[in-house]
């Protein structure tokens, strides 16, 4: 789908008339979503330029993601879509010139939905290539802030979870099957809070390398209005890249310390196995010697031999539980 911005209040975007030999009038801003032969056709007809594919915008190397051709640019990069469901990552190419600005996805990605219907707004953006790629991109920072923010919160509420105090516990029967339960999930809450920053730093980061890129090959078409705009950007940026570093680092303590709960809980039940077996030993001795078929055996005859023998039994076992009570095994 080929659609057309103007970036001009009160004028929505239109879809492009294929057979025309231009683009049409006023538009700064071309976005190309999964576009069909005859869309990426008419594209490179009507600009002269040549409209990457997927493959092309998928290259991770930097020579590839951030390119100069005749005074235009060509950017690309991971964007992170569907943050509140399944964090996936797409990846977005820019061409940027200073009349126009033409944008390759290959995802409907909600952020840019969302920013090319205020682009028609009063007091949106700067009508221009570079004010209509620097409000994208400071929609999809906004959106990526929002994103680090819930991760943020999951991961506080996930923290109160593994740190919690026995206080909170007293009274209540320890279930492993349940605490079983409940460390699986928080495993998954943290993988998945973990796999979200992962996808939101790479989106951070070829953002991060755009920017002054853009600022240094651009600088003599860039206009006074959105050079400020560019330096918040950056450092907004920035920012989010060391709050996204904090939160990697708290997915990573609440990783080690539910897999060290998991391995208390692995080492209490071997240790209960364990009380379980050598309790069961002494009294299986006592029996087993009680239990042989010797024709001499002075307790056979004794009146009190089977009470003797299992008090003998009982203490075998009790005895040991309290050695284990004593030494603060149990």
Same mark, same amino acid.
């Given at each position: 789908?080929?659609?057309?911005? =103007?970036?001009?209040?009160?004028?929505?975007?239109?879809?492009?008339?294929?057979?025309?030999?231009?683009?049409?009038?006023?538009?700064?801003?071309?976005?190309?979503?999964?576009?069909?032969?005859?869309?990426?056709?008419?594209?490179?007809?009507? =600009?002269?330029?040549?409209?990457?594919?997927?493959?092309?915008i998928s290259e991770i190397e930097s020579s590839s993601r951030l390119r100069v051709v005749k005074d235009t640019l060509y950017l690309s990069t991971p964007i992170v879509y569907r943050i509140d469901g399944l964090p996936q990552t797409s990846s977005v190419g820019f061409i940027l010139r200073r009349d126009l600005l033409i944008t390759i996805r290959f995802a409907d990605l909600p952020v840019v939905n969302n920013f090319a219907a205020g682009t028609a707004k009063a007091g949106g953006i700067h009508h221009s290539s570079v004010g209509a790629f620097v409000g994208l991109l400071e929609a999809v920072v906004?959106?990526?802030?929002?994103?680090?923010?819930?991760?943020?919160?999951?991961?506080?509420?996930?923290? !109160?979870?593994?740190?919690?105090?026995?206080?909170?516990?007293?009274?209540?029967?320890?279930?492993?099957?349940?605490?079983?339960? %409940?460390?699986?999930?928080?495993?998954?809450?943290?993988?998945?809070?973990?796999?979200?920053?992962?996808?939101?730093?790479?989106?951070?980061?070829?953002?991060?390398?755009?920017?002054?890129?853009?600022?240094?090959?651009?600088?003599?078409?860039?206009?006074?209005?959105?050079?400020?705009?560019?330096? =918040?950007?950056?450092?907004? *940026?920035?920012? +989010?890249?060391?709050?996204?570093? !904090?939160? =990697? %680092?708290?997915?990573?303590?609440?990783?080690?310390?539910?897999?060290?709960? *998991?391995?208390?809980?692995? %080492?209490?039940?071997?240790?209960?196995?364990? *009380?379980?077996?050598?309790?069961?030993?002494?009294?299986?001795?006592?029996?087993?010697?009680?239990?042989?078929?010797?024709?001499?055996?002075?307790?056979?005859?004794?009146?009190?031999?089977?009470?003797?023998?299992?008090?003998?039994?009982? +203490?075998?076992?009790?005895?040991?539980?309290?050695?284990?009570? +004593?030494?603060?095994? +149990?």
């Amino acid at each position: 789908m080929l659609t057309a911005h =103007t970036c001009i209040a009160d004028k929505n975007a239109d879809a492009v008339d294929l057979s025309r030999s231009g683009l049409p009038a006023d538009v700064v801003w071309m976005d190309i979503l999964n576009g069909a032969p005859d869309e990426i056709a008419y594209i490179e007809r009507a =600009t002269g330029l040549h409209v990457p594919t997927l493959t092309e915008i998928s290259e991770i190397e930097s020579s590839s993601r951030l390119r100069v051709v005749k005074d235009t640019l060509y950017l690309s990069t991971p964007i992170v879509y569907r943050i509140d469901g399944l964090p996936q990552t797409s990846s977005v190419g820019f061409i940027l010139r200073r009349d126009l600005l033409i944008t390759i996805r290959f995802a409907d990605l909600p952020v840019v939905n969302n920013f090319a219907a205020g682009t028609a707004k009063a007091g949106g953006i700067h009508h221009s290539s570079v004010g209509a790629f620097v409000g994208l991109l400071e929609a999809v920072v906004d959106r990526m802030a929002d994103g680090l923010e819930g991760v943020g919160a999951d991961l506080d509420a996930v923290s !109160h979870r593994v740190f919690r105090t026995d206080v909170a516990q007293a009274g209540k029967v320890h279930r492993p099957a349940r605490e079983d339960a %409940n460390l699986r999930e928080i495993l998954r809450r943290v993988g998945r809070a973990g796999d979200l920053t992962s996808k939101i730093r790479d989106t951070l980061l070829g953002f991060g390398r755009m920017v002054p890129y853009v600022v240094n090959h651009g600088a003599s078409w860039l206009s006074d209005e959105v050079r400020p705009h560019l330096e =918040t950007l950056r450092q907004d *940026i920035a920012s +989010l890249n060391d709050y996204d570093a !904090h939160l =990697t %680092n708290n997915v990573q303590l609440l990783l080690d310390a539910t897999l060290g709960l *998991i391995n208390v809980e692995q %080492n209490n039940i071997i240790k209960v196995l364990t *009380i379980v077996s050598v309790v069961g030993v002494p009294p299986t001795l006592v029996a087993s010697m009680y239990g042989m078929n010797f024709k001499v055996m002075p307790e056979l005859d004794w009146a009190w031999g089977y009470p003797y023998a299992l008090v003998l039994i009982l +203490l075998s076992a009790v005895l040991p539980l309290l050695w284990f009570k +004593l030494r603060g095994w +149990l």
